[in-house]
């Protein structure tokens, strides 16, 4: 995906996310060689497969799966459907992903994946030949110890749970219980665990209220804008409703709504349930585009694509901060003009990790073949990521930069003391 940000720029979202990791290394004075290492995947798998149609006919396809880095623990991060995907979709995407394990100290490392098709075009029986058949293609490249993929964008725990039989069915019989933890959000009944699904928006919830204790602010009084209302956006709209923020404006790939007075974030995601999407949500007004990022509200959190807030709509925002719940929503020279004006933006790497702590829960609990409570999965994961928090706000204090560049030096701090320990081999 090419972003034209002005008229003299053209970035790549991989470029994007690089110039980004530079940025902070260079702050942070990050020793050249990993430096070197960390520009770049370790590896990058591209794969084409051939899927039957529900009409008899045979579709190529084409799937990724890139593996970024591996120093902290397995490879691990989503796998997305989606038109757009392409390599450097998901180069930049397996990159973010490093950052975060190594921000929230899991013992992962960064992957990620994808298929470049819309799923909302194919049934079921077709979805399910899709993922078997990538995941028969990928063979060996995943694995519980090696790789670990998760849902993202227009996957689910369904895709999750074909991928883990596809992958048990491929192992041999003796071992074939041993290999849950090949995926994570799987269902529950499948070896997921309790508080996967919303991890990532219980995640936001955590990362806004660790912002509202350091600016005193009360996360009750605030108004809120959502982009996209899949799992992550329905997610913070319910979970910032039940702790009192209003839900002002959403917008997703159908159009957007409005209720100045605040919509129900419940009977929303019932409406997306059964229409597909929130416009006509009897509950709110449709409005445009321009509406919805013109919102009169405190706080915009975009829950949908990369890129989405640019240099065209930065200025019509009226949010005080922007919760990256999305990977890269906020490309560099629209956060550069948002933080000059006062804004805040809390970063996708820690705003964004529930999903990926939790994915580490499921994994131990595959390990361990012991279900942890809803209470323990939330009380842990609101501890990690209030640790990430502090810190990333220590290390802002620290080296007087951004939100976004103090979250890299976390992480990338982390993995720089733990390749001076074991060496770069041979
Ligand atoms: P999802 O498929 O469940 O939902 C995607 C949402 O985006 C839908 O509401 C869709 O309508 C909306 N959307 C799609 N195209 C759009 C467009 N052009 N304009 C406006 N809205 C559009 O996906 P998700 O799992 O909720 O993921 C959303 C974002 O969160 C992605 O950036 C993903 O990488 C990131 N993320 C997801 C997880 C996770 O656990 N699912 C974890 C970390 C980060």
């Not at 979805?127 to 995941?135: A, C, G, S």
């Not at 080296?399 to 990338?412: E, P, Q, T």
């Amino acid at each position: 995906m090419t972003l034209v940000d002005s008229p003299e720029k053209q970035v790549s979202l991989h470029e994007q996310a690089v110039r980004q990791f530079h940025e902070a290394a260079e702050i942070m004075d990050l020793n050249p060689d990993y430096r070197a290492i960390l520009a770049h995947p370790k590896n990058e798998v591209i794969v084409n497969f051939p899927v039957r149609m529900d009409t008899g006919e045979y579709r190529s396809f084409r799937g990724y799966r890139i593996q970024h880095n591996n120093l902290l623990g397995p490879y691990k991060g989503g796998i997305r459907f989606s038109p757009h995907v392409d390599l450097d979709e998901v180069k930049a995407l397996a990159t973010w992903m490093t950052w975060k394990s190594a921000l929230c100290d899991v013992p992962f490392g960064g992957g990620k994946g994808g298929i470049a098709f819309d799923p909302r075009e194919h049934s079921q029986s077709e979805l399910e030949r899709i993922v078997r058949r990538f995941t028969h293609a990928l063979g060996s490249n995943i694995g519980p110890d090696h790789d670990i993929p998760a849902p993202d964008l227009g996957s689910n725990a369904q895709t999750m749970v074909w991928m883990m039989d596809t992958y048990a069915n491929s192992t041999a019989a003796a071992n074939r219980q041993s290999v849950k933890g090949v995926v994570t959000g799987k269902p529950i009944e499948s070896g997921g665990s309790l508080g996967r699904e919303k991890a990532t928006g219980q995640g936001v919830l955590f990362s806004l209220q660790h912002w509202c204790d350091e600016t005193n602010t009360d996360f009750s009084g605030l108004r809120v804008a959502i982009q996209g209302y899949g799992n992550v956006g329905s997610n913070v709209g319910r979970l910032f409703e039940v702790y009192g923020a209003t839900i002002v404006s959403v917008a997703d790939h159908t159009g957007a709504v409005i209720a100045p007075d605040g919509l129900s974030a419940f009977e929303l995601a019932d409406h997306v349930a059964e229409t597909g999407g929130v416009v006509d949500f009897a509950g709110a007004t449709n409005c445009s585009a321009d509406d919805f990022w013109s919102a009169d509200v405190d706080v915009l959190v975009p829950g949908a694509l990369e890129n989405q807030i640019t240099l065209a709509n930065v200025d019509q925002i009226q949010a005080r901060v922007i919760v990256e719940a999305a990977n890269g929503p906020t490309t560099p020279a629209a956060e550069e003009q948002f933080l000059a004006g006062g804004g805040e933006v809390l970063p996708d790497i820690l705003v964004n990790a529930g999903g990926v702590v939790v994915s580490y829960f499921e994994w131990l609990q595959n390990k361990s073949a012991q279900p942890w409570t809803l209470d323990v999965v939330d009380n842990k994961l609101r501890d990690v990521l209030l640790g990430a928090a502090d810190r990333t706000v220590v290390a802002k204090g620290n080296h007087g930069c951004s939100r976004r560049n103090a979250a890299y030096i976390v992480a990338l701090e982390k993995l720089e003391r733990v390749y001076d320990q074991r060496g770069i081999f041979p």
